[in-house]
Nanobody, 123 residues
Framework: VQLQASGGGLVSPGGSLRLSCAAS????????MGWFRQAPGKEREFVAT????????YYADSVKGRFTILRDNAKNTVYLQMNTLKPEDTAVYYC?????????????????WGQGTLVTVSS
């Protein structure tokens, strides 16, 4: 599976962005998908995950209620809708795919990674 993340950019505090992650291959719907992020000078951290069917999602406490993870298996794409953005959300965001169909919140559970897209929240 190859993953291509896009949609990052510069946004003002309180604004919104939607990240997309397009996957190659015909088995996309069998993978759980996740989003992680890495801020400057910090370790990469979990943001959100969604099960293979989209019926189950899980979020980091820091983004719960502001971010929504969605997937469209017909388009081989997973999205991260980010609302009410804060300066501390500034990071490179990575999408990842896991053979475990249920979705997990740790990096070792993921088998494939995209290249990352930069999100900068600043006035």
């Amino acid at each position: 599976v190859q993953l291509q993340a896009s949609g990052g950019g510069l946004v003002s505090p309180g604004g919104s962005l939607r990240l997309s992650c397009a996957a190659s291959g015909r088995t996309f719907s069998s993978y759980a998908m996740g989003w992680f992020r890495q801020a400057p000078g910090k370790e990469r951290e979990f943001v959100a995950t969604i099960s293979w069917s989209g019926s189950s999602t899980y979020y980091a406490d820091s983004v719960k209620g502001r971010f929504t993870i969605l997937r469209d298996n017909a388009k081989n794409t997973v999205y991260l809708q980010m609302n009410t953005l804060k300066p501390e959300d500034t990071a490179v965001y990575y999408c990842a795919a896991s053979h475990n169909p249920h979705g997990l919140d740790y990096q070792m559970a993921y088998d494939y990674w995209g290249q990352g897209t930069l999100v900068t929240v600043s006035s």
